[in-house]
């Protein structure tokens, strides 16, 4: 997203990029609930950060249910039955071969997707950081709705980056879950070692 605001007029210009209809859709609803705030600065890049927010929802979902699927296909949970086989080791090598392919693939996107949140969350921090520059800035004839506006905003600002820490952990155990699978089904005990260096803010 990039962003363009006037604090003197209250007029902000945004463009949007990879949005497909439904996220058109979604942003131009919650524009049309949001008049009253339109005019602060902030408003738009807060909305774009709600709809990164539901996709890196949506995605982390989507990488415990294939961690799920991965470790029913494999027979890794610890219920079944007494002296069964893992599927790994009773499906021929092209079978095999292609569960292992998917488990190091779903290492590989966790591993893009923790980064992104750590990007995110940090975007957010940056953004709470706005609100005492924008204070500064405003005519004094809009300093009590910057004020009021800099506290809601904020306020759901905290909210999200509560929202990411918490992604980020379970994209941590999904990581730690796709590396024991990986030594449970591959001959080799191999993992790649691409998103292991230490990423800090």
């Not at 990039?2 to 604090?7: G, R, T, Y």
């Not at 997707?113 to 709470?128: D, F, P, S, T």
């Not at 759901?156 to 820490?165: H, I, K, S």
Request: a negative charge; charged letters at 25%.
């Amino acid at each position: 997203m990039s962003a363009s605001a006037n604090v003197g007029t209250g007029m902000t210009y945004a463009l949007f990029h990879g949005c497909d209809e439904q996220d058109v859709k979604v942003l131009t609803d919650w524009v049309k609930m949001t008049t009253y705030s339109a005019g602060h600065p902030l408003l738009l890049p807060a909305l774009f950060a709600e709809l990164q927010l539901r996709r890196h929802k949506r995605l982390t979902r989507d990488n415990w249910s294939k961690l799920v699927t991965l470790y029913a296909r494999t027979g890794q949970y610890g219920n079944r039955a007494p002296g069964t086989q893992p599927a790994s080791l009773q499906e021929d090598a092209f079978d095999y071969d292609n569960t292992t392919r998917e488990v190091l693939g779903m290492y590989q996107d966790a591993g893009f997707l923790e980064k992104g949140l750590i990007k995110l969350r940090r975007w957010l921090k940056q953004m709470a950081s706005q609100m005492e520059i924008i204070k500064t800035t405003v005519p004094e004839a809009r300093t009590e709705f910057i004020n009021m506006e800099n506290a809601r905003i904020g306020e759901r600002l905290e909210e999200m980056m509560d929202d990411y820490e918490g992604l980020i952990t379970e994209c941590k155990l999904i990581l730690d879950g796709a590396s024991l699978l990986n030594n449970a089904v591959s001959r080799s005990l191999y993992l790649p070692t691409l998103y292991l260096e230490t990423i800090s803010d």
